[in-house]
């Protein structure tokens, strides 16, 4: 069982910066997969960016050089920083870990709560 706790949502204005974290507690934080999810309102939850235990990164198009994801397995921690915000990244943000079900796909095990992040002038 691993219980996820994100943080670091907030109001920003377009360009700026934010870093949410996500804190994990339970064991075998390392072997999972952790990504980070969001959903707008009306729209579906998708992935924003997932890091598996073994260091490869992948990112939603839409975030691909401005968004960088991190962990920190002796913290159970994992990191989303959040560079040049535009409004359209306006939606609730989820931690999640996972496993991998075959090359491409993962079973997404455990989610936090959320963390609400607004872009807006």
């Known amino acids: 069982q691993v219980q996820l706790v994100e943080s670091g949502g907030g109001l920003v204005q377009p360009g700026g910066s934010l870093r949410l974290s996500c804190a994990a507690s339970?064991?075998?934080?390392?072997?999972?997969?952790m990504g980070w999810y969001r959903q707008a309102p009306g729209k579906q939850r998708e992935l924003v960016a997932r890091l598996t235990s073994g260091g490869s990164t992948n990112y939603a198009d839409s975030v691909t050089g401005r968004f960088t994801i991190a962990r920190d397995n002796a913290k159970n921690m994992v990191y989303l920083q959040m560079n040049n915000l535009k409004p359209e990244d306006t939606a609730v943000y989820y931690c999640?870990?996972?496993?991998?079900?075959?090359?491409?796909?993962?079973?997404?095990?455990?989610w936090g709560q959320g963390t609400q992040v607004t872009v807006s002038s």
């Open positions: 999640n870990a996972g496993i991998p079900k075959d090359s491409s796909e993962y079973i997404l095990l455990y």
């Open positions: 339970g064991r075998a934080f390392s072997i999972y997969a």
